[in-house]
């Protein structure tokens, strides 16, 4: 065993090599993503990118099926995508331990909703492990395949930004293989027909009361009583260490690692050595509800008299903690000094930095043009979501993985919807193969005269340069079966099909002008490299010649950080410029180059 300074998802990566994980199955979503990449590194261990969510969750439960220990990753949003499966796999039970790694995203640091995994536990009737540190992420990561095994379900591992992303010690140990189980038939148990289910029910029932038994006595849950001490408070997650920092010693904790099903008699427990009890909780208040209905007095988001205690919206912070301990003891009336962080002074005035897309970024010429000509544009998930922000304002919507190619068409097919012929939607190559060839197949199947626009950077860009079936490799960088766009699109029915090069403004603009005025569905792919793919050479940067430049300020209308205005002309920053060229398409007076 060796002591190391782990990432919280290296941690549970290693976790789940120690294990003895052989199948992974992931779709990248931040902050889950480094877990599968680090498992990747492990050549015992089979590892993927799967189109998406709900297809990794299918694959890993196959895996579990034939007798090996099984793994997926995947955010809080990409849960949504894999529910279907879940819920019924709550049902099928496993055959070899099936863990779902959930990595939720408090503050929305990179992601479009603030969603609590924990409520899946609750609705699918799943148990939820949630670690507090990188040690813990590693040890319950283990234990999360021996409780998958012994009260045959999934598990959840739910992780958050701060725990997948922060670093502490961890020590590690030696890979276990546990023996393979062979495979059985058992139409009972795993067809999921309705009499079938029904008679898995009940077992499901039961599996919700052994394990909440179990959490009396799990090494997950742990109480730490102060003796004296009037204020008990149960916790989980980063939300304990924000409070072991605010409070130290001075208040009694019981920590819950397994944090559903509850173990309600170590809480009655808890809760009957002290005077007051509060509950601290990052987003839902899912422990507050079912103390509640326990019939204990607690105070979880707020205090007796309506005022806040906790935030319901956004992330925990420790001062908040501490802030909050604070408000509460003097309410109690009961003596407690909590430590505060100061931190840096914050200057009087911060220059506001919204994010952009990157210099060269080829989605911008794209974006442009849309912008230029007013189209209504129906966005999705990607980095290229940030062409809504100035100065394109080219995106009217961003929903979900393969909701604008769905939504298009709702949008074209609006009765009376004066802005439905200049209409479009922009995807991502990586988003299209996760979820939007579905809604293509829908457009091609029900008609109408929708434009869709695939933004083809040869990359899962927003994650972190993950490899997709559209690039020709796999996890580890080696060949790989490669989707042929235009053939797919073709073979789905589309029949107007252009490929344009978003470099060159004229082009896209002649074809986004004669793919929205037709009056069948059309797909433009928009194909260039990310301009941050290590296999992509940068030009010489460009140069602005200042006797040329007339100050019009149109190179500015892109939107390019390299591009700014200094001393009265434009100026181009040679660090960040890529030589794209699209800004000098720009200038009419010919004064970049």
Not at 294 to 322: D, H, Q, R, W, Y
Not at 392 to 416: E, N, Q, R, Y
Not at 426 to 431: Q, R, Y
Not at 538 to 560: F, Q, S, W
Request: charged fraction near 20%; aromatic fraction near 6%.
């Amino acid at each position: 065993m060796s002591k190391e300074i782990l990432l919280g998802n290296d941690a549970v990566a290693r976790g789940l090599y120690e294990a003895g994980v052989c199948f992974a199955s992931s779709y990248p979503g931040t902050p889950s993503t480094e877990i599968t990449e680090k498992l990747a590194e492990c050549p015992e261990i089979y590892c993927e990118w799967a189109p998406n969510e709900k297809v990794a969750l299918e694959s890993a439960f196959g895996a579990s099926l034939a007798g090996r220990r099984a793994f997926t990753a995947m955010k809080h949003v990409g849960l949504n995508v894999a529910a279907d499966p879940l819920f019924t796999l709550s049902y099928t039970g496993v055959s070899a331990g099936l863990v779902v790694a959930v990595a939720d995203d408090p503050g929305m640091h990179s992601s479009q909703n603030e969603q609590d995994t924990r409520n899946y536990g609750v609705a699918a009737k799943l148990p939820v492990i949630e670690p507090s540190d990188s040690q813990e992420c590693l040890e319950f990561t283990k234990y999360a395949y021996e409780l998958s095994e012994k009260f045959d379900t999934p598990v959840i591992l739910r992780l958050i930004t701060r725990i997948s992303h922060s670093q502490s010690i961890a020590e590690t140990g030696e890979r276990v293989l546990p023996p393979i189980i062979p495979y059985e038939k058992k139409i009972p148990k795993y067809v999921m027909m309705p009499g079938a289910a029904k008679a898995r029910h009940p077992i499901v029932e039961q599996r919700q009361r052994d394990l909440a038994e179990l959490g009396t006595t799990t090494p997950l849950n742990r109480t730490e009583l102060v003796p004296g001490a009037k204020i008990g408070i149960i916790t989980s997650g980063t939300a304990y260490q924000y409070i072991k920092e605010s409070a130290g010693d001075q208040i009694s904790v019981l920590k819950l690692g397994l944090v559903w099903p509850l173990p309600e008699k170590l809480i009655a427990d808890f809760a009957a050595k002290h005077e007051h009890l509060i509950i601290c909780e990052e987003l839902d208040p899912v422990i507050e509800r079912s103390v509640r209905a326990m019939g204990i007095s607690v105070c979880g988001k707020t205090l007796p008299n309506g005022e806040e205690l906790f935030p319901l919206c956004g992330e925990l912070f420790p001062n908040a903690a501490a802030v909050a301990l604070e408000k509460a003891a003097a309410y109690f009336g009961v003596a407690l000094s909590v430590q505060k962080h100061s931190g840096a002074a914050e200057p009087d005035a911060v220059p506001a930095r919204p994010p952009v897309m990157c210099a060269g970024c080829p989605h911008r010429g794209m974006f442009y043009v849309l912008s230029k000509l007013g189209v209504t544009v129906l966005g999705d998930i990607g980095c290229y979501t940030l062409g809504a922000m100035a100065p394109l304002f080219a995106i009217d919507t961003a929903v979900c993985m393969g909701a604008s190619v769905s939504g298009l068409h709702g949008f074209t097919h609006a009765p009376g919807n004066e802005k439905a012929k200049l209409s479009a939607c922009v995807i991502g190559d990586s988003t299209f193969m996760h979820s939007g060839i579905t809604g293509l197949v829908n457009t091609a199947y029900n008609g109408g005269s929708s434009t869709v626009i695939i933004l083809d950077n040869s990359i899962t860009g927003m994650t972190g340069h993950q490899q997709n079936p559209t690039t020709g490799l796999n996890i580890k960088g080696e060949p790989a079966g490669k989707i042929d766009l235009e053939a797919l699109v073709r073979a789905i029915g589309i029949r107007r099909i252009v490929v344009v090069d978003p470099y060159d403004l004229a082009a896209c603009e002649k074809a986004v002008r004669e793919e929205t005025a037709a009056d069948e569905p059309s797909v433009i792919i928009s194909r260039r490299p990310c301009a941050l793919l290590k296999t992509v050479k940068a030009k010489p940067p460009l140069c602005v010649d200042t006797e040329k430049c007339k100050a019009c300020r149109a190179c500015l209308k892109i939107g390019c950080p390299a591009v700014s205005f200094k001393n009265g002309k434009a100026e181009i920053d040679r660090t960040l410029c890529v030589g794209c060229g699209v800004c000098t398409q720009m200038c009419k007076f010919e004064a970049i180059g």
